[in-house]
């Protein structure tokens, strides 16, 4: 058959590196880099002594093994914990401030930051290393009384806003990741939909790790307000590097009565070369609130890089009616290894949840789906769906699942249902014998089995997760 | 067009056809017929260039090409076409963008201009009358949850599309009522063409009864053991295959 290799000369198109000079905080981690954060970022008290508060508990907790991925120990000590390209002034107030090496990136990854270059219905916030460096369209959100800005400035022009909602559902001390994210967090986006306005354009950050030797750690913040509703995505790459990098993110969602936020995740950090080399270690707890009745949260990732995959985007259905849904594809090539899942928390009554989770599996790597759905006495009349279905390409990767549902009254209902397959040759066969390649065949196929997923993405990223998916899974199956 | 030479084929240790020969010309219809187990389907496969069938011996000529040399998707880009016994389910794929990828590839192959959606919609739809299929069926996934008659008819269908010079039908006519099975004929029929080949792999002679073949040929034991008109189908439905073997 098909020889596999001859497929690997595509290489991870975003591997390079933007040459900057960074303002970057001494290696290591002590209170000492905290109050170099937190000065940096002019920060009132109040959030200096939130993350010292967070970095004591951190001290204190133990890195968690449970997750069925394999790892060398990761030194806290030997990595930096902040890095921004050097500027002039506090902060860019207009793109002619920013760097135009930084432009040039972005542009190159596709993201051009110039909103007449845009497409019309997209907001970017650029967070580039620890900081965000651009936030497009702010002007024309603040009309509907929107807040789309970079964390940092949200601490500075909407304090009781963050005060507010900050840790309230990822507190500090939450899990050693999220710990460690608090005390170290250097910027992100902040998100702010005013009661019954419906957000008119996508709202988008691009994540960009450019920075040697240096954790990203950002936060980002997003509340829907009464009657409001948004759809958020979030798009992520890194250089090529041999050393492995930490990205510890945290993501908070809130939304009140009837609120709805739709946070979509293309995920295409650095993976490692072949041999498991190099990567992002993608540790982030990402959870969402369903504060008030009727209220919904939508998460849908497609999660292809990342070396090691560590996230559990999850729900917690306090408002009765509330729903809460879940669309995951994780492919793993190669070394890559993932462990990944949701948590549906129901509290309210009424409350729904949907689960669907697509794993695809190639060559070595590892792939697991772990959810908890959880059913708690007071959330009568409940229900869950769950359907996990592995893909696997080749006999010496892996799929594993571990579902967890507990239900705990007698007029709710959860469903699960799980498949697993492996491409096989008879479907290859009988696509190649109506001409079809044997690249275009896979592709094809797998399309087809995330496509449950991929109709959930807003159309625009449906496009590129479909492309990054081929990318991919290149020579996987020979 | 195609002619096949003391073709010998194997699975695993276990040899299935030993010595076919066998000569197709534009335009003709042959029809293969024999017991369960005598290498029909084996036969269709190792032309289409299944990769677990292993040619130990023999030669196959296609246009003048040794067909054995071309890769699965190069005999399709260059023809040949193989209308499934048990075609496959593909989950998630339409079936309109499933047949666009085909045709399109097919196209690039041939230095044609690929088709947009519209034009090709608007060929497939034409296409679809002949084996009278409704809409409905250009956004259900490839095969899924399709009877046996709506699987036949959309191998048919594939072929129409697809527009080969050999086509080889293995079995198309099992699982049928007889309603599917008049239509799925007719289909066959109206594909007919003096520059079309056709070879129709069959166990009972009721499709015969349709489309009326040129050449009738009986495989038993991996090799074709007697060759015919059409009439030797009738005398296969009176006597069985067991007088063969006399």
Known sequence: MTDPESFLKKEYPYGFVTPIESDTAPRGLNEDIIRFISKKKNEPEFLFEWRLKAYRAWLKMKEPHWANVEYPAIDYQDMIYYSAPKQKKDGPKSLEEVDQEILRTYEKLGIPLEEQKRLAGVAVDAVFDSVSVATTFKEKLKEFGIVFCSFSEAVQHHPDLVKKYLGLVVPPTDNFFAALNAAVFSDGSFCYIPKGVRCPMELSTYFRINAADTGQFERTLIVADEGSSVSYLEGCTAPIRDKNQLHAAVVELVAHERAQIKYSTVQNWYAGDKDGKGGIYNFVTKRGLCQGSHSKISWTQVETGSSITWKYPSCILKGDYSTGEFYSVAVVNNRQQADTGTKMIHLGKNTKSTIISKGISARFGKNTYRGLVRITPGAKGSRNYTQCDSLLMGDQCAADTFPSIEVNNRTSQAEHEATTSKINEDQLFYCKQRGMSEENAISMIVHGFCKEVFKNLPMEFAVEASRLLGVSLEGSVG | ?246
């Open chain 2, 1 to 246: 067009m195609l002619e096949i030479k003391n073709l010998h084929v194997s699975v695993g240790d276990v040899e299935i056809l030993k010595g076919i020969d066998l000569k197709v010309e534009g335009g003709e219809v042959h029809a293969v017929m024999g017991p369960n187990g005598s290498g029909k389907s084996t036969l269709t496969r190792v032309l289409a260039g299944h990769p677990a069938y292993v040619v130990t011996e023999g030669h196959v000529t296609y246009e003048g090409k040794n067909l054995l040399d071309l890769s699965v998707e190069d005999r399709a880009r260059q023809g040949v076409f193989l209308a499934f016994q048990y075609p496959i389910d593909i989950p998630g794929v339409n079936n309109a963008y499933f047949l666009k990828t085909a045709v399109n590839e097919i196209r690039k192959a041939k230095g044609l201009e690929e088709l947009d959606a519209m034009e090709f919609l608007e060929f497939l739809k034409e296409k679809m009358k002949i084996v009278e299929m409704d809409e409905g069926f250009l956004n259900r996934p490839v095969n899924e949850g399709f009877s046996g008659g709506e699987k036949k008819r959309n191998e048919i269908l594939q072929m129409a599309v697809l527009n080969p010079k050999l086509a080889i039908l293995d079995e198309t006519d099992s699982g049928l009522d007889i309603d599917a099975l008049k239509i799925v004929s007719e289909g066959v029929n109206r594909l007919r063409r003096p520059d079309r080949s056709i070879i129709l792999v069959t166990h009972y002679q009721r499709m015969l009864n349709y489309i009326t073949p040129d050449f009738v040929h009986v495989l038993m034991g991996g090799k074709i053991v007697k060759s015919g008109g059409k009439d030797l189908a009738l005398q296969l439905e009176a006597k069985g295959y067991e007088w063969m073997k006399d």
